[in-house]
């Protein structure tokens, strides 16, 4: 049985559904060694800022019995590197590269889609998580009417397909869903990473430098199906659907939730040849349940 794995992100045509989420996959490099980037479908590369970022001090990872909390705090050559660098390594395999970009004001967000407007990239990845120094250091994204303005400038700033990057850490997601829909986004990714902490009982301390930091892997899968269940049933645009996928089980409940397409994070760190297995497994599932396009299991629930 022949299978069609062509997905349309509301104007990123993928060859496949399966990409990588951003701050899980560097530029791609240290995976090559292990796999064959040509057989994804995108890459969604390391969060990127304006100027170059060295990252937090001190102890920025934790491992946990089902995932990792991670504040990195954005470590990245900067967009102007980026693109210098790693766009043409890049640009060598068949694969789509989506630009995660994250700012400190809505001008820096501005600036950077105004720059990467001008570059080789297929898609931009707008990271409303990031906190907003000029409203007292809270994420854009957990506010509905700095969403509204962050997405409808953005959008005012590129021409390029724009993706928006869901926190799950907000009252309503849906909520959220509906503005950056209107606001212009061609897509949704979600979810974000979960907001989480780690304790050392015996220097009674957190063990990350900073206290907290995101966690990820498949302790959230389940919020993560829930909320891209709601979404689907809430917007019209389609969703890039992420939170602790390990396996092609795992992937075939994102799409029968409603996402058109999936990203494989934290389980890169464990097995990078995640990406790859999970896309042979999708291939065999449509096979045993005779599905003939991709597109027919997303939001094929009964």
């Known amino acids: 049985m022949k299978t069609n794995l062509c997905v349309d992100l509301n104007g990123l045509v993928l060859k496949n559904p399966v990409t990588t989420a951003s701050g899980t996959y560097g530029f791609g490099r240290e995976y090559g060694e292990y796999l064959d980037l040509s057989l994804l479908g995108a890459i969604s590369v390391k969060g990127l800022t304006l100027e170059p970022r060295e990252g937090n001090e001190g102890v920025r990872i934790a491992e946990t019995p089902m995932g990792m909390i991670n504040s990195v705090g954005l470590q990245n050559p900067?967009?102007?590197?980026?693109?210098e660098h790693e766009i043409p390594f890049l640009r060598s395999h068949d694969l789509k590269i989506i630009a995660n970009i994250n700012g400190n004001t809505i001008e820096e967000y501005c600036e950077m889609a105004q720059i990467l407007d001008h570059a080789d990239v297929d898609s931009i990845e707008l990271n409303i998580s990031c906190p907003n120094v000029k409203n007292g250091g809270l994420a854009f994204g957990t506010n509905p009417k700095v969403v509204q303005e962050v997405v409808s400038r953005v959008r005012k700033s590129t021409s390029k397909h724009l993706m928006v990057k869901l926190s799950p850490n907000v009252t309503d997601i849906k909520e959220i869903a509906r503005i950056v829909e209107a606001e212009g986004a061609d897509c949704l990714s979600l979810i974000n990473t979960v907001s989480g902490m780690a304790i050392d009982i015996y220097k009674r301390r957190t063990v990350l430098k900073r206290g907290s930091g995101g966690l990820s892997g498949p302790a959230i899968k389940p919020i993560a199906l829930?909320?891209?269940?709601?979404?689907?049933?809430?917007?019209?645009i389609p969703i890039l659907g992420m939170g602790g996928i390990?396996?092609?089980?795992?992937?075939?409940?994102?799409?029968?939730?409603?996402?058109?397409?999936?990203a494989v994070g934290t389980a890169n760190f464990s097995n990078p040849k995640a990406p790859v297995e999970i896309l042979e497994g999708i291939q065999r599932y449509m096979v045993?349940?005779?599905?003939?396009?991709?597109?027919?299991?997303?939001g094929d629930l009964k």
């Not at 900067?78 to 693109?83: D, E, L, R, S, Y």
């Open 246 to 262: 390990a396996t092609h089980e795992d992937a075939v409940e994102f799409l029968l939730a409603g996402a058109s397409a999936i």
């Open 288 to 298: 045993q349940m005779g599905y003939s396009s991709v597109t027919q299991i997303t």
């Open 226 to 236: 829930k909320l891209v269940n709601d979404v689907y049933h809430t917007v019209k």
């Open 78 to 83: 900067g967009v102007h590197a980026f693109i």
